[in-house]
């Protein structure tokens, strides 16, 4: 009896532990940022192209847009890049590979996906950018060097997650569309996608999460300069690059204006995440 | 009489197992009859089925032995569907034999891109045929009154004997010359069982039809022929009603009578 109560207690604690620090970390954000929601307001904040540091300092004129912007089109190159080599991965695995194919791919997946995103970072800093402009020009740090990068980094958790989906495919299904005489590739367009479809929008939802809150590998490869990108090719910086690089010598409205950059970071992946579960955990009517 | 079907020393084996599944099986199915196929769990009737239309090669490394015949219409041309190696001649293979599975399959579509999509993989694309092609299926399964005014809904949001009749006019509107049936009837209640079997019993008229199926009283009202397996074998093939009256073997006599199985 006694035992039944301290196991509910303690899995109520934990359960509550979560919320608790999830509405802990709004409240930080948000009680740091209010100085710099104070001076620029919002939508002022998010078309500012300008992050200049007063002359004392402590004061200045900081704007989101570069870095919003550079966040969202890295994360778009990395989506564009991903999602046809992640489903090309996903449909292999589960209607095209011969069984002693299937386990050392999908264990080559997994383990891409367990690589530590600074090792992405310095490889691409190293090898990929410099590749990468060669071909296309400009410089090799640059949005389309993080872009491609992220998208080689979220391709095995995307191609993981969509596996999962399409295995979910009954197969009683799958050998219905055949015995109507459907061809392989009818049967994965007609049947397999669609049925999977939901949880494949949400792995590309969580990927798109995972890819707009990179730091590591980012702030080594897309340049971390504060300059509008004209071109794919050349750099420029997304919100977490921008937070990790002036954290530590910031004045206080920067540092508050940084705040409020990552303030709006978390409300971005925050809406990602939730509409991925919504598509997650709806029912297919 | 004319023949549907005939195997002929027909043995199976499915990968990674060394006894075969199915041993030197010989059976003929005769054309616009309906023959059914009886044993315990495990005997190797669904087996039996599957290789009819050889759904048994979406996956690999089955192999099979002897000769499965698939005679023309007249039943007199036949070819050894255990030659086939190109996907062509599988699908070919499979338009004219169609499959009706234990639970209803409606793919994720509406009621008519269901019956229509076999119809588009044959090559059909005329709107009106298939409109026309649709409507005829669905009145052949008994299923057009109660889905007429719907024919653009999702087909998951059919009952389940609804969705086994809509899967029977989707296979019925390629007009195949057979139709396999693996325990339709399995998932569904009564009333849904009697007007399956009811249906069955009118598709003769136009096909030939293989069922396989756990439940005995169905086999004896709804079959012409009926054949007892037991451990891959085919133990007795003959006319329903000496089957179920008069058995020859001492097992079928045991497994009709229910005292194993």
């Known amino acids: 009896m006694l035992f039944n109560r301290f196991f509910r207690g303690l899995s109520h604690t934990s359960a509550w532990l979560v919320l608790t620090i999830l509405f802990a970390i709004i409240i930080v954000l948000f009680h740091y940022s209010k100085s710099a929601i104070g001076d620029f307001g919002f939508f002022h904040f998010i078309t500012n192209s300008k992050w200049i540091v007063g002359n004392d300092g402590n004061g200045g004129n900081f704007g989101g847009l570069i870095?919003?912007?550079?966040?969202?089109?890295?994360?778009?190159?990395?989506?564009?890049?991903?999602?046809?080599?992640?489903?090309?991965?996903?449909?292999?695995?589960?209607?095209?590979?011969?069984?002693?194919?299937?386990?050392?791919?999908?264990?080559?997946?997994?383990?891409?996906?367990?690589?530590?995103?600074?090792?992405?970072?310095?490889?691409?800093?190293?090898?990929?950018?410099?590749?990468?402009?060669?071909?296309?020009?400009?410089?090799?740090?640059?949005?389309?060097?993080?872009?491609?990068?992220?998208?080689?980094?979220?391709?095995?958790?995307?191609?993981?997650?969509?596996?999962?989906?399409?295995?979910?495919?009954?197969?009683v299904l799958v050998e219905s569309a055949y015995s109507m005489g459907a061809t392989r590739y009818e049967v994965i367009k007609d049947i397999v996608f669609p049925f999977a479809k939901k949880g494949i929008i949400g792995s590309v939802i969580l990927s798109l999460g995972r890819a707009l809150?990179?730091?590591?590998?980012?702030?080594?490869l897309i340049g971390g300069v504060f300059r509008f990108p004209d071109s794919l090719t050349s750099a420029t910086i997304s919100i977490p690059v921008l937070i990790a690089n002036n954290f530590g010598e910031a004045g206080n409205l920067q540092l508050s204006a940084m705040f409020y950059m990552a303030l709006i970071l978390f409300i971005i992946s925050f809406f990602t995440i939730t509409i991925a579960k919504f598509y997650f955990l709806r029912k297919t009517d | 009489m004319k023949l549907a079907i005939q195997t002929k020393d027909f043995s199976f084996t499915y990968p990674k197992t060394k006894e075969a599944t199915l041993k030197g099986i010989n059976i003929p199915i005769y054309a616009n009859k309906v023959t059914a196929l009886i044993g315990p769990s495990g005997c190797g009737k669904s087996t039996l089925l599957r290789s009819c239309n050889r759904i048994h090669d979406v996956y690999p490394g089955n192999s099979y032995d002897g000769e499965i015949l698939l005679y023309d219409n007249n039943g007199e041309k036949a070819e050894n569907i255990l030659q086939y190696k190109?996907?062509?001649?599988?699908?070919?293979?499979?338009?004219?034999?169609?499959?009706?599975?234990?639970?209803?399959?409606?793919?994720?579509?509406?009621?008519?891109?269901?019956?229509?999509?076999?119809?588009?993989?044959?090559?059909?694309?005329?709107?009106?045929?298939?409109?026309?092609?649709?409507?005829?299926?669905?009145?052949?399964?008994?299923?057009?009154?109660?889905?007429?005014?719907?024919?653009?809904?999702?087909?998951?949001?059919?009952?389940?004997?609804?969705?086994?009749?809509?899967?029977?006019?989707?296979a019925v509107a390629l007009k195949p010359q057979v139709l396999l049936f693996d325990e339709p009837t399995s998932a569904l209640d009564p009333i849904s069982t009697a007007s399956i079997e009811a249906l069955i019993s009118e598709l003769k008229n136009e096909l030939t039809v293989l069922i396989v199926t756990h439940n005995m009283q169905q086999a004896s009202r709804i079959s012409d022929y009926t054949g007892f397996m037991y451990l891959g074998d085919l133990v007795e093939y003959d006319v329903t009603e000496t089957i179920f009256l008069n058995p020859k073997e001492k097992k079928t006599e045991d497994y009709i009578t229910g005292r194993f199985g």
């Open chain 1, 213 to 220: 809150g990179e730091t590591m590998a980012v702030a080594f």
């Open chain 1, 67 to 171: 870095p919003i912007l550079g966040t969202f089109l890295s994360s778009l190159i990395a989506m564009v890049f991903a999602i046809p080599i992640a489903m090309g991965i996903a449909i292999f695995l589960t209607e095209i590979a011969p069984e002693f194919l299937k386990a050392p791919v999908g264990i080559a997946v997994e383990l891409l996906a367990a690589i530590p995103s600074i090792i992405y970072g310095m490889w691409g800093l190293f090898y990929f950018g410099p590749l990468l402009q060669s071909w296309f020009g400009g410089q090799s740090n640059s949005l389309l060097t993080a872009g491609v990068v992220l998208g080689i980094m979220v391709i095995p958790f995307m191609a993981a997650l969509s596996r999962d989906a399409m295995n979910t495919t009954p197969s």
């Open chain 2, 86 to 170: 190109k996907e062509n001649d599988l699908i070919n293979l499979r338009q004219r034999i169609g499959m009706i599975f234990q639970k209803p399959t409606p793919f994720p579509m509406s009621i008519k891109d269901n019956i229509t999509y076999g119809l588009k993989l044959s090559g059909i694309k005329n709107k009106t045929e298939l409109l026309d092609r649709t409507e005829i299926a669905l009145k052949g399964a008994a299923l057009w009154e109660e889905v007429k005014d719907r024919l653009n809904n999702s087909a998951m949001g059919l009952s389940g004997g609804q969705q086994q009749r809509l899967c029977i006019a989707r």
